[in-house]
């Protein structure tokens, strides 16, 4: 393995050990001392990738939005959608995009990094301005109000859900989406829309496959 | 005023500065040192109600699951909506309210004190399951998933909109419930529930008012 692959992959298996750290732990609790017993480094080894939890932290939260997965569809709020159970899917399976969320929470993080709930509403109000200009919602419907709302709920559900025995994300967005659609699109918008929870491994899978790259890296 | 009036002041006034500490900190940052300096007591003042972090923890969410200001309504959802808006409104003027929530999304005071969302979703299930029994929903509406998906979504809210510098709470869960509602219930019930965001005021203001007992109870 190459001198520049190996130090990627290290870099990412720091990266993911902080987030599951961050998860487990919450921020204040969370220190760079115990980061180096998991992730078994030297102190030197870790400092050359990060040199304090404050910027473990940022880059955690530096990749919370993502688009991976979504492609163009005929509607855009199948855009939309697809997006919401992308991340109901890969949350639960990638420790950095969950930590992103502990992270936004946890009022010390907040305090010195912000949230990334700016950028979401930013990325859905986008997506459901486009879909209101080719007609897809309802006439009365703010996107900036149904964005703020939705990266509340789909936010709420994630927290909830992985304090429950059997809470499956996936399942769980999609029941809230079958929810809210009926008030946010047209009957013959709805009919069109595919809400299930199976959806995303597909898109996913689509995304990731020979000939796109890799992600996430893979952990050395 | 009399010693033990005085006294379940002072277990108050200590419970809500711990309240918003554990908001402005969050749990594990947050000391007893901190809270003497905040409430202005001796230790052994402060020792006489509460002995530690943890049983200030307890006593803050014991407190988290409140019905104070829903009365009997002639439509079980209406009683539903009520216990939203109610709690949207109090949230944000009750740092003990929205500790418990802070307390819930922190993965140390979860670990040692659960959350309180499971109690909320019986309560939610039970007021759901009778509005079912009175043809108030639905026919496929599941009790127990709307439950937990709306105080999922519920609290995302809360925790979305703290962080908005113009964020009305009052404001969001109505508009939320807006959204939901024509999913759950049937448009003849829907014509009939106020969602305003100003309906929680009145309610509380009638539980509160001469003739009711003082709410919060102040414990002993």
Avoid: C
Avoid at 95 to 114: C, E, Y
Avoid at 149 to 175: M, Y
Avoid at 210 to 219: H, K, N
């Amino acid at each position: 393995m190459a001198r520049q692959e190996r130090a990627i992959r290290t870099r990412r298996a720091i990266l993911e050990g902080a987030a599951r750290m961050f998860n487990e732990l919450g921020y204040e609790a969370s220190t760079i001392g115990m980061l180096i017993e998991r992730v078994q480094l030297t102190r030197g080894g870790l400092y050359f990738h990060f040199t304090s939890k404050e910027q473990l932290a940022r880059a955690v939260l530096d990749e919370a939005v993502t688009r991976e997965g979504v492609v163009p569809q005929a509607l855009k709020m199948q855009e939309w959608v697809d997006l919401a159970l992308l991340l109901a899917y890969r949350v639960p399976r990638e420790p950095v995009l969950s930590a992103s969320i502990q992270l936004s929470v946890d009022p010390k993080a907040r305090s010195l990094f912000g949230t990334r709930w700016p950028d979401w509403m930013a990325v859905s109000t986008q997506l459901l301005t486009e879909a209101k200009e080719r007609g897809e919602l309802h006439f009365h419907i703010e996107p900036a109000q149904v964005a703020r709302l939705v990266v509340g709920a789909w936010t709420g559900v994630q927290l909830v859900t992985v304090t429950l025995p059997e809470g499956n994300l996936s399942e769980e967005v999609s029941a809230l989406f079958a929810l809210l659609l009926p008030s946010i699109v047209p009957p013959e918008v709805l009919a069109k829309l595919d809400t299930s929870p199976y959806r995303a491994e597909h898109l996913l899978a689509a995304a990731r496959s020979a000939d796109a790259p890799p992600v996430p890296v893979a952990p050395s």
